[in-house]
């Protein structure tokens, strides 16, 4: 699936994709449908960060620590199991298993619709050039009718934490460990950063969460953040939030990190989990009219166009976007659909759909109670614990709440549904009815009139609808 090594004329495609992660093959899928001749320009897999050092492999690993926990409550359930022990390279080789099975088949979708993959490092020249400066088609030159740029993110990191892969790491490195520390310290109490908290809790680590903020998880819903925080405390998770880190001390095989605010925290491994930067260095040739952002990332308009004629942008690099693989889909599906010419939907960020892959999980979309306020929205808002979920009883497993946010009508009740958040058992499986809720615009009553399978762990949310909507069940 490589293009030719010639450094002769330049290849001519209706568009040249630079960056084959998610946003970038979607695009490249989506085009080929509709007829047009496409180029991929990758420096390393088709896939990108999401399949190979991202979202796939993490999820594998959390799947893994689902599976030891059910083993350790087994006798719950009246099975003898043992006590669980854990060969993580076995896990490791099943990742890499899973990873290697996705990736052959998005290089055959690629092959069967034509795409060409050009492997290398691609920068954007005068008049939608494009030129590869490594690789095996180092010298190539392509020209494309319009180029979307989609170079994906890289992990940031701090001063003074140099990543080794040992004591310190961040996504890239702990994705590709064959063992687990006895006690490790994830700076970042984000989404990544606390799925990585709660899988290394249920292998059998000390875990430590350090957040400078006064919370975890701050985007999410105030009261789901909390139901994830009390949960992690009671798996001896420890969380120390509103502090700074300032530096650590190695010493062979452990550190000691160092807080203002807090005492230090000696352990094995430290998990630098503080967010990602685009990769957008030398991805734009001089003089070349794509206008980045202060930080880096680079400016679209809402149909993907950047300050570049016949130049678009999707994924982790463009700017004020969720870095959300999911999200780099549907702008991709935008960009190609204004390059033809088509009628096109702009992605509403504020509508897009969250899923965080801890214990307990959490999923939302729409607004939060306090973002719907800040807006001047006058709401109502009703809640219900899995805790009186049948389904959640069964399987043992009933931490967690529904939470929906509406606009209140002027005689008091609930008009169209604004958010939808969750904390619980496999919510982010569940999100799918309040997306599309929420995205439809629909009301409390109008969602309400949906039937929800008896038992289900989905029941919640359809009692929250009807509570909310004037008259619960089991819900006051």
Known sequence: MKGCNVASAPQQFDVVIIG???????????GAAAGLSI??????????????????????????????RTFEHAAQFGISA???TVDFSVSQSRKNDVVDTLHKGLTGLLKGRKIEVFDGTGQLGADNTVTISDGDNHGTTLVGRSVILASGSVPRTLPGFDVDGSLVLTSDEFLSLTSLPERAVVIGGGAIGCEFASMLADMG??????EGLPSILTGCDSEVASVVQRAFKKRGINIVTSAVVTGHTPKKKRT?????????????MIVVSVGRRPRTEGLVADGVNVTLDERGFIVADEFMRTSAENVYAVGDVVAGTPQLAHVGFAEAVVAIKTILGEEVTPVNYDRVPWAIYSNPEVAFCGLTEAAAKERGYDVVVKKDPFAGNGRARIIGDTDGVVKIIAERRPDGSAGQLLGVH????????????????????????????LIQPHPSLSETFGETLLALAGRGIHVG
């Open 39 to 68: 180029a991929i320009v990758e420096r390393d897999k088709v896939g990108g960060t999401c399949l190979h050092r991202g979202c796939i492999p993490a999820k594998e690993f959390l799947e893994t620590a689902h599976v030891r």
């Open 20 to 30: 084959g992660g998610p946003g970038g093959y979607a695009a490249a899928l989506y």
């Open 422 to 449: 969750m904390a619980g058992p496999w919510v982010t499986e569940q999100l799918g009815a309040g997306y599309f809720a929420v995205n439809w615009e629909a009301t409390a009553s109008e969602a309400a009139q």
């Open 205 to 210: 680590s000390q875990v430590t969460i350090v």
């Open 82 to 84: 043992g006590t669980p």
């Open 256 to 268: 000691t990190l160092h807080l203002d605010g807090a005492d230090d925290i000696e352990t094995d």
